[in-house]
Nanobody, 115 residues
Framework: QVQLVESGGGLVQPGGSLRLSCAAS????????LGWYRQAPGKEREWVAT???????NYADSVKGRFTISRDNAKNTVYLQMNSLKPEDTAVYYC?????????WGKGTLVTVSS
């Protein structure tokens, strides 16, 4: 089992920045990708970014150039640095770990972008 706990969400003005964290614990051996997803009110959950054990990253077009995913293996933590935030980035952000055929999710952290 893998446990994921997100933190760092909150209210921010358009153009502002936030850094989300996702702390992983449990049986971490074999995790082959960590990622961030988000779900806006009334919409389906969508993929935001992924980072592999080797550090390769991929981003959704909607966040490319504004968001950066990174990981600290010593702390078993993955981060999402979000800059130039827009109102349409408002969502609950979820951390996801892929291990073999299983996917593990955190409970999410709410990001609200509003003036």
């Amino acid at each position: 089992q893998v446990q994921l706990v997100e933190s760092g969400g909150g209210l921010v003005q358009p153009g502002g920045s936030l850094r989300l964290s996702c702390a992983a614990s449990g049986s971490l051996f074999g995790i082959n990708a960590l990622g961030w997803y988000r779900q806006a009110p009334g919409k389906e959950r969508e993929w935001v970014a992924t980072i592999t054990p080797g550090g390769s990253t991929n981003y959704a077009d909607s966040v490319k150039g504004r968001f950066t995913i990174s990981r600290d293996n010593a702390k078993n933590t993955v981060y999402l640095q979000m800059n130039s935030l827009k109102p349409e980035d408002t969502a609950v952000y979820y951390c996801r770990a892929q291990k073999s055929l299983a996917a593990y999710w955190g409970k999410g952290t709410l990001v609200t972008v509003s003036s």
